[in-house]
Protein backbone atom coordinates (compact mmCIF):
# COMPACT_ATOMS: atom_id res chain seq x y z
CA UNK A 1 0.00 0.00 0.00
CA UNK A 2 0.78 3.51 -0.33
CA UNK A 3 2.91 5.54 2.64
CA UNK A 4 0.28 6.30 5.33
CA UNK A 5 1.57 7.70 8.84
CA UNK A 6 -1.01 6.41 11.46
CA UNK A 7 -1.91 6.30 14.54
CA UNK A 8 -2.26 3.61 16.98
CA UNK A 9 -3.83 3.47 20.52
CA UNK A 10 -4.11 0.60 23.48
CA UNK A 11 -7.31 1.02 24.85
CA UNK A 12 -6.40 -1.53 27.26
CA UNK A 13 -3.70 0.41 28.81
CA UNK A 14 -5.20 4.02 29.06
CA UNK A 15 -5.76 4.87 32.13
CA UNK A 16 -7.47 8.33 31.19
CA UNK A 17 -5.14 10.16 32.20
CA UNK A 18 -5.09 13.01 29.34
CA UNK A 19 -1.55 13.65 29.37
CA UNK A 20 -1.55 13.36 25.73
CA UNK A 21 -4.37 16.06 25.87
CA UNK A 22 -2.54 18.45 27.57
CA UNK A 23 0.97 17.34 25.46
CA UNK A 24 -0.86 18.74 22.59
CA UNK A 25 -2.52 21.40 23.68
CA UNK A 26 0.78 22.75 24.91
CA UNK A 27 2.89 21.99 21.95
CA UNK A 28 0.07 23.66 19.84
CA UNK A 29 -0.14 26.66 22.56
CA UNK A 30 -4.08 25.55 21.57
CA UNK A 31 -6.89 28.43 23.49
CA UNK A 32 -9.81 27.08 25.86
CA UNK A 33 -11.87 25.09 24.03
CA UNK A 34 -9.89 24.17 21.58
CA UNK A 35 -8.13 20.41 21.37
CA UNK A 36 -6.90 18.72 18.97
CA UNK A 37 -6.35 15.50 20.96
CA UNK A 38 -9.29 14.71 23.38
CA UNK A 39 -9.90 11.46 26.11
CA UNK A 40 -13.43 10.14 25.61
CA UNK A 41 -14.58 8.23 28.76
CA UNK A 42 -17.31 5.21 27.58
CA UNK A 43 -18.99 3.38 29.87
CA UNK A 44 -22.60 2.20 31.13
CA UNK A 45 -24.42 -0.08 33.20
CA UNK A 46 -27.70 -0.42 35.08
CA UNK A 47 -29.30 -1.04 38.49
CA UNK A 48 -31.53 -4.04 39.87
CA UNK A 49 -32.88 -4.99 42.84
CA UNK A 50 -30.59 -6.50 45.66
CA UNK A 51 -31.24 -10.00 46.15
CA UNK A 52 -31.73 -9.52 49.87
CA UNK A 53 -32.97 -6.01 50.24
CA UNK A 54 -35.12 -5.48 47.08
CA UNK A 55 -36.21 -1.97 48.31
CA UNK A 56 -32.72 -1.71 47.48
CA UNK A 57 -30.80 -0.91 44.12
CA UNK A 58 -27.28 -2.31 43.32
CA UNK A 59 -25.68 -1.52 40.23
CA UNK A 60 -25.00 -4.30 37.27
CA UNK A 61 -23.18 -4.59 34.27
CA UNK A 62 -20.49 -1.67 35.22
CA UNK A 63 -17.83 -1.11 32.35
CA UNK A 64 -15.75 2.07 31.45
CA UNK A 65 -13.38 2.65 29.05
CA UNK A 66 -10.80 5.87 27.73
CA UNK A 67 -10.22 6.47 24.09
CA UNK A 68 -7.54 8.82 22.82
CA UNK A 69 -8.69 10.51 19.82
CA UNK A 70 -7.26 13.30 17.38
CA UNK A 71 -7.58 13.70 13.84
CA UNK A 72 -7.49 10.28 12.18
CA UNK A 73 -5.97 11.39 8.74
CA UNK A 74 -7.88 9.05 7.06
CA UNK A 75 -7.28 7.46 4.17
CA UNK A 76 -10.57 8.89 2.42
CA UNK A 77 -10.24 12.46 4.37
CA UNK A 78 -14.19 14.03 3.95
CA UNK A 79 -12.47 17.24 5.46
CA UNK A 80 -10.61 17.30 2.35
CA UNK A 81 -13.86 16.60 -0.20
CA UNK A 82 -15.80 18.88 1.27
CA UNK A 83 -13.59 22.17 1.71
CA UNK A 84 -14.46 24.35 -1.56
CA UNK A 85 -11.30 26.23 -1.53
CA UNK A 86 -8.94 23.05 -1.35
CA UNK A 87 -7.63 24.20 1.82
CA UNK A 88 -7.35 20.94 2.95
CA UNK A 89 -4.69 18.64 1.72
CA UNK A 90 -3.66 15.32 2.19
CA UNK A 91 0.34 14.94 2.10
CA UNK A 92 2.13 11.89 0.17
CA UNK A 93 3.13 10.55 3.48
CA UNK A 94 -1.00 10.76 4.72
CA UNK A 95 -0.66 13.65 7.11
CA UNK A 96 -3.54 15.49 6.27
CA UNK A 97 -3.13 19.69 6.81
CA UNK A 98 -4.97 22.70 6.76
CA UNK A 99 -3.53 25.31 4.50
CA UNK A 100 -4.86 28.35 7.15
CA UNK A 101 -3.54 30.87 3.96
CA UNK A 102 -6.75 29.16 1.58
CA UNK A 103 -8.89 28.68 4.39
CA UNK A 104 -11.89 31.30 4.41
CA UNK A 105 -13.43 29.54 8.11
CA UNK A 106 -16.91 28.25 6.24
CA UNK A 107 -16.31 24.72 8.36
CA UNK A 108 -17.44 22.62 5.79
CA UNK A 109 -14.72 20.38 6.64
CA UNK A 110 -15.84 20.42 10.81
CA UNK A 111 -19.31 19.86 9.74
CA UNK A 112 -17.98 16.75 7.20
CA UNK A 113 -15.54 14.48 10.19
CA UNK A 114 -17.19 12.42 12.17
CA UNK A 115 -14.50 12.52 14.22
CA UNK A 116 -14.84 15.86 15.09
CA UNK A 117 -10.91 16.79 14.27
CA UNK A 118 -11.08 20.62 12.67
CA UNK A 119 -11.87 22.96 15.18
CA UNK A 120 -12.58 26.25 14.51
CA UNK A 121 -11.00 29.27 16.02
CA UNK A 122 -12.73 31.83 16.37
CA UNK A 123 -10.20 34.35 16.58
CA UNK A 124 -8.91 34.60 13.47
CA UNK A 125 -11.84 33.17 12.23
CA UNK A 126 -10.34 29.82 10.45
CA UNK A 127 -9.67 26.56 10.68
CA UNK A 128 -7.27 24.11 12.92
CA UNK A 129 -6.51 20.58 13.73
CA UNK A 130 -3.75 18.02 14.32
CA UNK A 131 -0.94 18.61 11.80
CA UNK A 132 0.81 14.93 13.51
CA UNK A 133 2.94 16.88 15.07
CA UNK A 134 4.54 17.06 11.50
CA UNK A 135 7.51 19.13 12.72
CA UNK A 136 8.88 16.77 14.79
CA UNK A 137 8.16 13.63 13.07
CA UNK A 138 10.49 14.78 9.91
CA UNK A 139 12.84 15.00 12.57
CA UNK A 140 12.42 11.26 13.42
CA UNK A 141 10.76 12.10 16.57
CA UNK A 142 7.68 10.84 18.22
CA UNK A 143 4.42 13.22 18.49
CA UNK A 144 4.32 15.51 21.73
CA UNK A 145 1.17 13.00 22.56
CA UNK A 146 2.21 9.60 22.05
CA UNK A 147 6.05 10.95 23.92
CA UNK A 148 3.70 12.14 26.68
CA UNK A 149 1.62 9.27 27.32
CA UNK A 150 3.29 7.22 30.73
CA UNK A 151 1.08 4.10 29.78
CA UNK A 152 2.87 3.71 26.23
CA UNK A 153 -0.69 3.31 25.21
CA UNK A 154 0.09 5.75 21.72
CA UNK A 155 2.10 4.73 18.73
CA UNK A 156 2.96 6.11 15.47
CA UNK A 157 4.16 5.16 12.39
CA UNK A 158 3.29 3.00 8.95
CA UNK A 159 -0.04 1.81 8.84
CA UNK A 160 0.89 -1.93 7.38
CA UNK A 161 3.58 -1.68 10.37
CA UNK A 162 0.37 -0.75 12.79
CA UNK A 163 -1.32 -3.43 11.61
CA UNK A 164 1.48 -6.11 11.01
CA UNK A 165 2.04 -5.30 15.04
CA UNK A 166 -1.11 -4.91 16.58
CA UNK A 167 -3.73 -6.08 14.38
CA UNK A 168 -6.52 -4.63 12.04
CA UNK A 169 -9.32 -3.46 14.46
CA UNK A 170 -9.50 0.15 13.95
CA UNK A 171 -13.27 1.33 15.54
CA UNK A 172 -15.14 0.87 18.66
CA UNK A 173 -17.92 2.18 20.46
CA UNK A 174 -18.23 5.46 20.75
CA UNK A 175 -16.33 5.52 17.19
CA UNK A 176 -18.36 5.97 13.61
CA UNK A 177 -17.74 2.91 11.45
CA UNK A 178 -14.98 2.68 10.06
CA UNK A 179 -16.19 2.06 6.75
CA UNK A 180 -17.01 5.96 6.76
CA UNK A 181 -13.35 7.02 6.11
CA UNK A 182 -10.82 4.34 6.24
CA UNK A 183 -8.94 5.97 9.54
CA UNK A 184 -5.55 5.67 9.55
CA UNK A 185 -5.82 4.58 13.24
CA UNK A 186 -5.27 1.12 15.01
CA UNK A 187 -6.83 0.41 17.87
CA UNK A 188 -6.12 -2.31 20.47
CA UNK A 189 -9.68 -2.72 22.48
CA UNK A 190 -10.21 -2.89 25.92
CA UNK A 191 -11.98 -5.81 27.70
CA UNK A 192 -15.10 -4.45 27.97
CA UNK A 193 -15.09 -2.73 24.45
CA UNK A 194 -18.95 -2.33 22.91
CA UNK A 195 -19.14 -2.80 18.88
CA UNK A 196 -19.68 0.09 16.69
CA UNK A 197 -22.85 1.16 16.76
CA UNK A 198 -24.43 -1.34 19.24
CA UNK A 199 -23.09 0.32 22.32
CA UNK A 200 -25.25 0.81 25.56
CA UNK A 201 -22.64 2.98 27.14
CA UNK A 202 -22.47 6.90 27.40
CA UNK A 203 -20.22 9.12 26.87
CA UNK A 204 -19.21 10.93 30.45
CA UNK A 205 -16.55 13.28 29.88
CA UNK A 206 -15.58 14.90 26.62
CA UNK A 207 -13.21 17.79 27.05
CA UNK A 208 -10.91 19.28 29.29
Given at each position: ?59 TGLFA ?58 DDGLM ?81
Amino acid sequence: MATQKAFYFDASACNGCKACVIACKSKNALPVGINYRRVVQYGGGSWVPDPDYPDLLQPTGLFAYSLSVACMHCEEPPCADGCPTKAIEKRDDGIVLVDRDKCIGCRYCEWACPYGAPQFDSDDGLMMKCDFCVDVVEQGEAPYCVAACPMRALDFGELDELRAKYGNSSAVAPLPSADLTKPAFVLTPHRDAQPVGQGSGRIYDFEV
